[in-house]
């Protein structure tokens, strides 16, 4: 998002999910995103290497840490918006789980974390029910938007893993706010892989 926003070039590199010696070399951990920095170092941690982007020339667009509400919301609806995105996420097209090892990697991990993800699918309707409700709740934090703050970094997050569930029921200003993030960093939705 940050490289996007600023019109910066890098390159992009995508891990397997089944390679965890790629990111123990670089960081010490499995663990991404991970930056290169010009001077060969790694860097981690999202928001670290969002603020260090952001740095590298004298037009910082982060002057703010954000929206308390916008937060609260995202730290509210997390749980819900992970269990209905996951198991869609573990059938999704990604380059991070292409191969067979790789998303059979992820899918454990996943049912490490979240249990059985096909029964987290068949919850589907109450699940879409709580989380177009809370997208009700968003519209108003999202009018008339003018800058972009660290709040963005977390929601527009959310919200674009949203975009892979099917009869999710975002809001005129929701939908306008996905819209205009994703073409002002260059990151693409995924409503073309929704199930």
Not at 143 to 157: G, Q, T
Request: charged share 30%; proline share 5%; glycine share 4%.
């Amino acid at each position: 998002m940050i490289f996007g926003i600023k019109k910066f070039p890098v390159e992009l590199c995508v891990m397997s999910e089944a390679d965890a010696q790629t990111p123990t070399r670089m960081v010490g951990k499995k663990i991404a995103p991970i930056l290169e920095k010009e001077d060969g170092t790694f860097m981690a941690e999202s928001m670290d290497i969002v603020h260090y982007v952001d740095e590298l020339d004298d037009e910082r667009i982060l002057k703010s840490t954000g929206n308390a509400e916008i937060a609260r919301w995202c730290e509210t609806v997390t749980p819900t918006l992970f269990r209905l995105v996951i198991p869609r996420f573990t059938r999704a097209e990604f380059a991070e789980i292409r191969t067979p090892a790789s998303r059979e990697a992820y899918i454990q991990r996943e049912r490490r974390a979240f249990g059985d993800l096909d029964k987290l699918i068949l919850q589907t309707p109450g699940l879409l029910q709580d989380m177009n409700a809370w997208l009700v709740e968003l519209e108003p934090l999202l009018a008339d938007r003018k800058e972009v703050n660290e709040s963005d970094f977390r929601l527009y997050p959310l919200l674009r893993s949203l975009t892979i569930v099917r009869d999710i029921q975002f809001g005129p200003d929701t939908r306008i706010y996905i819209d205009f993030m994703s073409a002002l960093t260059g990151v693409n939705n995924l409503f073309d892989q929704a199930q």
